[in-house]
């Protein structure tokens, strides 16, 4: 439910680190690398009992992502404009 929403659409600025480190080669330490890979894993939890409570809650988490990532290029597109112009 919104529980699911709240955790997934919270993983744009995962989505939006990772995009800026492959279209503006930002670099990343080790720790923020590691912070990243954590909150994926906590993600692919959610996933599991999202799909665990249904189809339907399923494809709406998973819709939910393809916003989330959408929003997070949104965001990089964004500062690689301001940024580079």
């Given at each position: 439910?919104?529980?699911?929403?709240?955790v997934v659409y919270a993983?744009?600025?995962?989505?939006?680190?990772?995009?800026?480190?492959?279209?503006?080669?930002?670099?990343?330490?080790?720790?923020?690398?590691?912070?990243?890979?954590?909150?994926?894993?906590?993600?692919?939890?959610?996933?599991?009992?999202?799909?665990?409570?249904?189809?339907?809650?399923?494809?709406?988490?998973?819709?939910?992502?393809?916003?989330?990532?959408?929003?997070?290029?949104?965001?990089?597109?964004?500062?690689?404009?301001?940024?580079?112009?």
């Amino acid at each position: 439910g919104s529980s699911i929403f709240a955790v997934v659409y919270a993983s744009v600025t995962i989505w939006s680190a990772v995009l800026s480190r492959l279209l503006l080669q930002r670099r990343l330490n080790r720790w923020q690398w590691l912070s990243i890979l954590s909150v994926f894993c906590g993600l692919a939890l959610t996933g599991l009992d999202a799909k665990s409570l249904g189809p339907e809650v399923f494809a709406g988490s998973i819709m939910i992502a393809a916003g989330t990532i959408l929003h997070a290029v949104c965001h990089t597109l964004s500062e690689l404009i301001s940024v580079r112009g």
